[in-house]
């Protein structure tokens, strides 16, 4: 099964403010870009990906990404994260109906290709399924099969909420990279231990860390 994953990026600008103990605001839109760099990047190389839509509004990423091999899609609805997603989903349905399409989080800088290999396989098995973030709070990937709606439910408590609405949560083990998603400091630290991919780790090497 090959899947379309749809990316939400939000305006770089604004985007990162949680690491404010870590990058300064001249740092943090870079750091947002590298981090979906490496998150296209290694979507892109997984063998279970047919390609990669990001939504966004930001015409720095929308160049950096569209090198990588993305498609852009400007984010008409302009009215949050969810809003984004299902504007992706239907826009790539319209194109291809009935084609399986996994939401997937920008700020997954240590995505492995092999262990979102793995996540979509087993995606595949259910008609909506969802992969909990490494925190156990939130949602890293949302996947739809061909014939159902994504509905997707980001924000609080995404995985509760994710559960709620009928999707299979896929307990997989040895997916952290699919997992680690970065909002804190913290989180970065934990992602540079699985080996973060090269826009984050040359943009990361001189950024003072907290240890939690």
Request: overall charge negative.
């Given at each position: 099964m090959q899947w379309t994953l749809v990316i939400p990026l939000k305006p770089l600008s604004r985007a990162k403010s949680r690491l404010s103990d870590t990058a300064g605001d001249g740092v943090r839109p870079g750091l947002a870009l590298a981090f979906a760099q490496d998150t296209v990047a290694a979507a892109l190389s997984c063998t279970?990906?047919?390609?990669?839509?990001?939504?966004?509004?930001d015409e720095r990423a929308a160049r950096e990404l569209t090198?990588?091999?993305a498609r852009i899609l400007p984010d008409t609805p302009a009215s949050g994260l969810n809003a984004a997603l299902a504007?992706?989903?239907?826009?790539?349905?319209?194109?291809?109906?009935?084609?399986?399409?996994?939401?997937?989080?920008?700020?997954l800088p240590a995505l492995r290709p092999a262990e979102l290999a793995a996540v979509l396989g087993a995606a595949g098995e259910f008609p909506r399924a969802f992969l909990a973030d490494a925190a156990g709070v939130g949602t890293t990937l949302l996947a739809?099969?061909?014939?159902?709606?994504?509905?997707?439910?980001?924000?609080?408590?995404?995985?509760?909420?994710?559960r709620a609405s009928g999707a299979a949560e896929l307990p997989l083990a040895e997916v952290?990279?699919?997992?680690?998603?970065?909002?804190?400091g913290h989180d970065l630290r934990a992602a540079l231990a699985l080996?973060?991919?090269?826009?984050?780790?040359?943009?990361?090497?001189?950024?003072?860390?907290p240890e939690s």
């Open positions: 279970a990906v047919a390609d990669v839509v990001v939504v966004t509004d090198a990588l091999g504007h992706g989903a239907a826009a790539v349905r319209e194109m291809r109906p009935r084609t399986p399409v996994a939401a997937l989080n920008a700020d739809a099969a061909g014939d159902h709606e994504l509905t997707p439910a980001f924000g609080l408590d995404s995985r509760n909420r994710h952290d990279s699919v997992r680690q998603d970065v909002d804190t080996g973060v991919g090269p826009y984050t780790a040359a943009l990361s090497a001189g950024l003072l860390i």
